[in-house]
């Protein structure tokens, strides 16, 4: 009817002129399976939502691990700049300690090793649990590196192997949040969330109840695209 196809083409209207800022190929890539303009709009601004409510956890999990690695790999090695050692850090990394460097020097920072640390990236402490770390860094005296990086996991999570899955699959949820990539159709993301959490914990139990404070993942996820809908079309004027 008359009101029906007002409907459509005010969505295909509105979609229509957020092609040009956002793109029509990103903007296709929240189109469900036979879904409608106004299905596509609100998946995106949905997207956003979650991915801002997966900030704080993915945030945790990233600086905790990578304080946590620091911590232990200095006092063992009784040396802030450990990752300096091409007998330590594989060539794969060490290439990140150059650039991470290199960028410093380009910003005129001083290259103290907290700079050197923040500058590098997420993958960067996710590749040392890879396996060519396992005999040099993790295995000698029973694993004790690793049960100090991560003091409340417990043993069945205290295996190399698991750490590295479940922080592995951290990192590539965090580069897609982080490059404004699609979350919103990912199968089991609560699942997920609730592992970050549970890594998190594994390295720092109080840092875990902080997050949980202002953690709206939960709240976001099962009912944040109804209220995107609502929103949208409260704003365009539709029933």
């Known amino acids: 009817d008359k009101s029906c196809r007002e409907y459509v083409h005010v969505a295909t209207d509105y979609i229509g002129k957020l092609r040009l800022p956002i793109s029509p190929e990103r903007l296709e890539s929240y189109r469900p399976a036979a879904g409608t303009d106004l299905d596509t709009v609100v998946n995106y601004f949905w997207n956003l939502c979650l991915c801002e409510a997966l900030y704080p956890s993915l945030n945790a999990a990233e600086i905790s691990l990578r304080n946590s690695i620091h911590t232990a790999l200095s006092s063992h090695y009784q040396n802030d700049y450990w990752f300096d050692d091409e007998n330590v850090v594989e060539s794969r990394q060490y290439q990140q300690v150059l650039k991470a460097r290199e960028t410093l020097r380009h910003r005129e920072k001083e290259e103290t090793a907290g700079r050197i640390v923040a500058e590098l990236t997420f993958g960067f402490w996710v590749g040392l649990l890879n396996r060519p770390y396992e005999a040099k860094i993790w295995a000698p005296n029973g694993y004790d590196l690793l049960r100090k990086v991560f003091p409340h996991a417990p043993r069945r999570a205290r295996k190399l192997k698991f750490l ?30 609730s592992q970050i959490l ?4 594994w390295i720092s139990p109080e840092k875990k109840a902080a997050i949980a404070l202002f953690d709206r993942f939960p709240e976001v996820h099962w009912s944040g695209r109804a209220k995107v809908e609502a929103e949208l079309k409260k704003y365009l004027g539709l029933p």
């Open 164 to 193: 590295r899955d479940r922080f592995y699959e951290i990192n590539l949820l965090r580069n897609r949040v982080f490059h404004y990539e699609p979350v919103w159709n990912r199968p089991q993301l609560d699942q997920t969330h």
């Open 198 to 201: 549970e890594a998190i914990g």
